[in-house]
């Protein structure tokens, strides 16, 4: 394509409300522009990006067996009620009424729509397992849209589910998609991390997300540096086994720890260690008042105690609540002495400690030698802490390192919420009546282009790997106002065209300068200049990504180029 | 593919809301299925044929020199109150609020996002012309959708935008866009003209648009049995000269036609013939009335009549204001002795006649020997007519005929519209600022599937073109239960499928019967049949449309399917 003719808004400057850098490239570069907060318009080069990773999305899902489809955008309401998630999603699904008042959601996800579908077309096992996908603009209505394609409330995504007839089918649809989203993410060049994610409150058993590693992720993973052990931060369980303490026990004692409110506080007051402290909160737990004592230097991980209970809601308690209960507020908690109406679990760590300090249920009073199983009485002792760099990985092979990812893909066995709430069924081989299992499984596809940018950039801009990028080769001509650097380009771009390689053509008339700054930008793997030696019949020849450079006679070029690409 | 791991759900009976035959079919073959009125999702066999014309459509875009791009479908509703649309659009355009109250419109065509995007970008002649497009579903709140994909109110279309420097460039995009459409239509294999369409309100000037041949067309269209002349049927003028009439003048005379109120009435009731008769008609031009008389056999077209008067509204006046001025009602009106603030306009037709008859402005009278001219005066003869069959094309080449048609296609000069509402301008090569002339040409994706099995299909069911098809071979096993069928079908379909021929295999443990049906109704070009002779190598080969038989050895399967495929 020659670049003159193309909409490639390319900007010297950082958009101002642009933080991470595959959001200010990709808008700097002329891929993206913004048509509201959250909202974005693919210009053609980010089209082309765009289609690059629908494909390899297309081709990977079709390997694994799902049938492409295409359901609508408008959603009737009925449908999300039957689900029950017309009242639950919240303000995140947007809401409209067409001109006969009928409310519709715009398809934030596609449960409700394809459950509906196959419950109405499939009526025998005979028709399963069965797996679909489609690649469609999603919508939802962010309260805080950031980091351009990162967080969107328009956005390109490929929803695939499964409807199987049983859990163990429903395991092997979940592994062949398990397998296609590694082949995607691989392709597309990423460096990524399958991690075990929260099932929530779907009902769900196994999910796993895909996380690209990234600092400006918004999620913490907690990864093995051994072994391919990875999982969301809250997710990971701490196996490690606690040494007891050798020390003798010590008497109780009370002592004032005046205007000492933290954790830090105290323990600077006392003269020891956050470890040698007990850190106790008061939890709401469905009707329970519970109190939860971890180690000083612990965070307690309320998924964990959420999981303990099999509760629904899990939240910390009132300052009011607290006081009720034990007659002082936050700073002051401790397990010693607490009424019989209030449960107290604790961390393993906590089990072998000797000798701690923890609140005494009264303003500015702590205990000090305070002996777990003497000196208070736990329901139980379990995993209730977040992990921590340094833990042993709980596969048992190394110990947990942190690193920040970008969720990219989500896989997740749903089971039979769905099926159940909106009775999708089908007669099995004995012609009886069973629920339908299901699986739903997400790629954000938009949000992949964006991940791949923060993997591939350098100063100058984007560095795209080369089977992601727009085009394949980018021609320069320097100076096209002297006819031999003109003629030369031209003829090369036709070449390049006519052999099927995938050329843009810079022909605009502007400083070389431009061109260069362009060029870098854009991330486009080869560059070809035609510049002073275009009378010689010579071209410069740039990889982006290593900067590597070479002078090529023009009749080498398209073999040159065959030849990079096929070994890349 | 095999079909019991797909979603083909066929249905025996039509669907009761279905009146015409791509509703039935694409339903009851399983193609696709309604979300909610107006509003349809692509099952896989649907999303199939859909990418086919999809491809067509970007294929012949980018041959024109259109980049694509993806614009969102939420629209701030900022953009549309410039361009001055987001109060005249009206109900069809679905509208929402995002959670901070801000209103947005669902994109029902992308003007002002294109424009917004275009006049933030592009500054310089140099960048011009600029050509984009997009594929991309569209909302529309249509008052009654129906007729399945032929009136949806969420459907997929091609938009594309021109930007240019003057109206001759318009031109030219204009013409290369006419092209392509051509190109698009002809390889979808319809029968189809590109006919001359009314301008609308949009201030712009040529407008055709692309008209699928088709009973069950929603527009008539006037067309020349010689030449390509067509036309909307109320664009094309009548050129038609008149003979005057040899009669002589009789005396005006005023008759009693008590009870008679039409015009075939009148002209029963004093015996003659309905184009010896005047009709009158009472319109409200602007603020003018106006009252138009052509032969009683013709009927008024109020856009000529606009046209004439450069009108903004043409409305027909109402019984009360008629009785105002002429002291007579709907029934009885003719020209002569009408008061002077109503303006009289005949058809050329009228200005020839001789002795014929009209209202009297008196209830239950008529005056005969009526001679224009002399009986009453007219502001003007103009075309003001509807042409008819029969009548003369007004390229001057053959004679006129009706025909229906779907509209799959408009190309639309623009002109100034948007770019002076929302200030998109360019600075000329003298450095001096210019405004945008802009062009927007739209392909309904969807509607042009459906009007493809308007034109293709037959009693059981759709006969697509070859390369429309979902599938280019559809293969069946007869009885798969018997091992030497099994066997030899799954052979044959591995051996398509391994050469990159299209299959759909029909696996199934269902009767023959079912399965010939299926298959009769999904309308794959070639079916191969699997069945008694598969012992010795022997399989039947149909051709859909044609219904052609032979039975084939195994092994000549590949080489004849390879060579239909090139025949076609």
Known sequence: MKQSQMLIPTLKENPADAE??????????????????????????????????????????????????????????????????????????????????????????????????????????KRLPLMVYQIQNKFRDEKRPRFGLLRGREFLMKDAYSFNESFESLDESYDQMFRAYSNVFSRCGLDFRAVIADSGQMGGKDTHEFMVLSEVGEDVIAYSDTSDYAANIEMAPV????????????????????????????????????????????FKVDEQFVMVVTRGDHEVNDIKLKNFYDADIVELASEEDTRQLLGTGFGSLGPVNVPEDVEVVADYAVEKLANVTCGANEEGYHYVNVNPGRDFKVKAYTDLRFIEEGDPSPDGQGNIKFARGIEVGHVFKLGTFYAENMNATYLDDQGKSQTMVMGSYGIGVSRTLAAIV????????????????PYQVHVLSLNPKKEEQKELADELYEQLQSTGIEVLYDDRKERAGVKFADSDLFGIPLRITVGKRAGEGIVEVKERQSGKQDELEQTAVIDFVRQWFSKE
Chains 1, 2 share one sequence.
């Not at 830090?264 to 402290?277: T, W």
């Open 239 to 282: 196996v490690m086994t606690y040494e007891s303490s050798d020390e003798t026990e010590k008497e109780l004692e009370k002592t004032a720890t005046p205007d000492q409110r933290t954790m830090q506080e105290v323990a600077d007051y006392l003269g020891h260690g956050l470890a040698e402290g007990l850190k106790s909160i008061m």
């Open 454 to 469: 923060e993997q591939y950039h350098d100063e100058r801009g984007i560095t795209w790997p080369s089977h992601i990028a």
């Open 20 to 125: 991470i850098k595959s959001h200010q490239l990709l808008v700097r570069a002329g891929y993206i522009r913004q048509i509201a907060s959250g909202v974005y318009s693919f210009l053609p080069l980010g089209r082309r990006v765009l289609r690059k990773v629908e494909d390899i999305v297309r081709e990977e899902m079709d390997k694994a067996g799902a049938h492409e489809l295409m359901m609508s955008a408008l959603q009737p309401a009925e449908l999300w009620k039957e689900s029950g998630r017309w009242n639950t999603y919240g303000s995140e699904l947007m809401r409209l009424h067409d001109r006969h008042e009928r409310e519709f959601a715009l398809g934030a996800t596609h449960e409700e729509v394809i459950t509906s579908l196959v419950r109405d077309s499939i009526k025998s096992y």
